[in-house]
């Protein structure tokens, strides 16, 4: 299996695929506790800006990540190594999903869809190639692809582009590079909209303030208590308890050699993590639809968008003229 580290899209463009996949379609949906429940995809800012991302489309996501893959194996060839662009990280791409994706049964089976992504290494192009390498030029070659250890990876990725190291400094690696060069068109990285979409992002926080989603969290919470996880705030503590426990899979210290890789989750490692992640997502999802909380999340959200699309209508109109034919 491919080390695992992944680069991620985080900061405005991560919100927007968060309120439009993890709310709508992986944390379960308030329509079986409520008549008139709540589509994240509804979102004002979303329907503005989500389609010029891309993140409304998942086959324009899965044609970006395979450029990303190409332009990875290029780079790899220059780096002196075999390099077969992977077809896996694309295929697993969701958005929004069906609506048997927000039901429990598809929670019951594939929880928050985490273990989706957990292909075995029958499904890795490279694996052999790198099986054939010896340790420490597996070392050189995942510093080639991913960078020196000591940067991190997706983890510690960047609040803007997804590819920060630890310390503020660009990730090296031919993945991180990449991705930066097949997204530098993105709306997300032009400067001249920082401004905006930094202003956009902080509406999810002041969601979380909001006394109407404090009580829902508290009940969420309290219930989340009784099915056994006292510690859990919001549905973000959730996610990222299960996110956590993905993480420490490859976490383990490298082998007796000493060449600082991570060992490879066996399959009863993975299984154990499929398992936690069921009960931890159904219990999310029930709750949820016993308390209403994602309803009311994105009840005060959609009030504060409105006002935030009236208030910034020109500044989001001139960003819709340069970047509608983009996608």
Not at 60 to 70: H, P, T
Not at 80 to 87: A, L, V
Not at 302 to 324: I, N, S, T
């Amino acid at each position: 299996m491919t080390h695992p580290r992944r680069i991620r899209r985080v900061g405005f463009a991560a919100s927007l695929a968060v309120l439009a996949v993890t709310s709508a379609a992986l944390t379960g949906c308030a329509g079986d506790a409520t008549s008139s429940s709540l589509d994240a995809k509804d979102s004002p800012l979303y329907k503005i800006l989500g389609p010029l991302g891309g993140l409304d489309d998942k086959e324009a996501l899965r044609k970006q990540e395979r450029a990303v893959q190409k332009a990875a194996a290029q780079c790899m060839t220059d780096e002196g190594f075999e390099y077969k662009p992977s077809d896996s990280a694309a295929s697993t791409i969701t958005v929004g999903g069906p609506d048997s994706e927000k039901s429990e049964d598809w929670v019951s089976k594939n929880g928050y869809g985490f273990s989706r992504g957990l292909n075995s290494e029958k499904d890795d192009p490279n694996q052999d190639y790198v099986d054939s390498l010896s340790d420490t030029q597996q070392t050189a070659y995942y510093e080639a692809l991913y960078g020196p250890a000591t940067e991190a990876g997706a983890d510690d990725a960047d609040a803007d582009g997804g590819t920060e190291a630890e310390g503020g400094t660009t990730a090296t690696g031919c993945l991180n590079e990449a991705y930066r060069s097949v997204t530098k068109t993105s709306f997300w990285e032009d400067e001249k909209y920082k401004k905006l979409l930094d202003s956009a992002s902080a509406l999810f926080e002041k969601v979380e303030k909001s006394p109407a989603v404090k009580k829902a969290a508290a009940n969420w919470s309290d219930c989340m208590a009784d099915a056994g996880y006292s510690e859990m705030d919001t549905k973000a503590d959730a996610m990222n308890h299960v996110s956590e426990k993905m993480s420490a899979l490859y976490d383990a210290p490298g082998d007796a050699t000493g060449d600082g890789q991570p060992s490879e989750p066996s399959a009863a490692d993975i299984k154990e993590f499929r398992d936690l992640e069921i009960k931890v997502a159904l219990a999310d999802f029930r709750c949820d639809a016993k308390t209403g909380y994602e309803n009311a999340k994105l009840a005060v959200q959609f009030e504060l968008e409105e006002k935030f699309v009236r208030e910034h209508k020109a500044e989001l109109d001139e960003l819709v003229d340069a970047y509608g034919d983009k996608k």
